[in-house]
């Protein structure tokens, strides 16, 4: 088989080192890569949110699979190209992947099919509209921004005057670009975050390892947010109860609503969800796997990911075939120094040498390049430091220890990953 991976970070990093273990995986393509990616797949310049630069790539060299990484490619219509060319691709066509790219979608959707999620206050098109409505809402409120915003589009408004200060900036000065042309208002929801994540054909589905991140980034859910500075992996996120509630109450209905609507959703479904006291309510949908999320899922994969994700592909899944390996994993991001703000890149990396053979361990690049033989930061996170062990407390060990060994000029990471999980164990919760 030969694959195209779309996206440069750390999850498509994942991506491939799982498919490379396929046997039946001669030649990876990953377009753009990153400097980690480098070794063990061709790395093509191509910008993945190109549709019509990747569609030119794949008509040369012929791919027998595509996988989409990031949403862009999704959202731009890459899954329609490919599939009016009878093109097997893992990702939902431009219309379902509306679930991500309009959270105003996406809510109307949930409340159509009465699936749980945060009470909507309203949708507004204009700020005139939007400030006319604060003050019947109940303080703190969640303001999101309708389109991709790259993270940055949702604020947890404490009250009015902040509340009033974004809608400024999104709708009238346009801080977000054409994203925050139209905003949602919606009620906070207060509990765990807990990221579910499923794999369908359009038909099955087979969900994957329960997941949770750290978005802030300094420890104690501090400072601003991020891409993600870590996840973590554990069957005791999950127990079985909630397993059965968040299927019955929220996969399946999902689904369900999906079918009705007429909307075919093939590839990776991210359900975020808040463990209220009421029970799980949908945050988001994203349209494929998260980042750093990915990375501690694949790290438990025990099954020939080219094999599933081409049966996903072909409307052929077999949820049984997804075996995961028992235990936990973590993810840990090392990012630039003053990320998420202002970061210099082109700082070499050192130590990775010293890493690569650690067993349980895998070094999985995101803002890397090569540099003639080095390898030089290049982005706001860094290295994804993945492990897997028996029990969480080990494989965040595992991790720790790898980290320690690396060094670049203003490298930062949380030292708390996963604290909170193995915290709550500890007291017998
Ligand atoms: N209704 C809500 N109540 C409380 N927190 C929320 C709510 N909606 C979003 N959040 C918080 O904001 C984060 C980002 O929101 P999300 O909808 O996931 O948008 P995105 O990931 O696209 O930025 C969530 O992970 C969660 O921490
Ligand atoms: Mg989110």
Known sequence: ????????????????????ESPRVEKIWCAPGNGGIAAEAECVAIDAGDVAAIVAFAEKVHPDLTIVGPELPLVNGLTDAFRQRNWAIVGPLQQAAQLEGSKIFSKEFLVRHGIPTAKMYGTFDTPAEAYKALPSVAWPAVIKADGLCAGKGVFLAPDFAAATDFIERVMEKNELGPGGKRILLEETLEGEELSFIILTDGNRYAPLVPTRDHKRVFDGDQGPNTGGMGAYSSDELLPDGLREIIRSRIVEPTLTGLAADSIRYQGFLYIGLMLTKSGPKVLEFNCRLGDPEAQAILARADF?????LTDAATGCLDPTKLRWKPGASACLVLTSGGYPGKFESGKRIEGLTSVAHITGVKMLHAGTKLAGEEVVTNGGRVLGVTAAAAAL?????????????????????????????????AAGD
């Open 393 to 425: 407390e080990d494989s965040l060990a595992l991790a720790y220890a790898a980290a320690s060994r690396i060094h670049f000029e203003g490298m930062h990471y949380r030292k708390d990953i996963g604290a909170h999980a193995t915290h709550l164990k």
């Open 1 to 20: 088989m030969k694959i195209l991976v779309l996206g440069g970070g750390g999850r498509e990093h994942a991506l491939v080192w799982k498919l490379i």
């Open 304 to 308: 020939d990911l080219a094999e599933v």
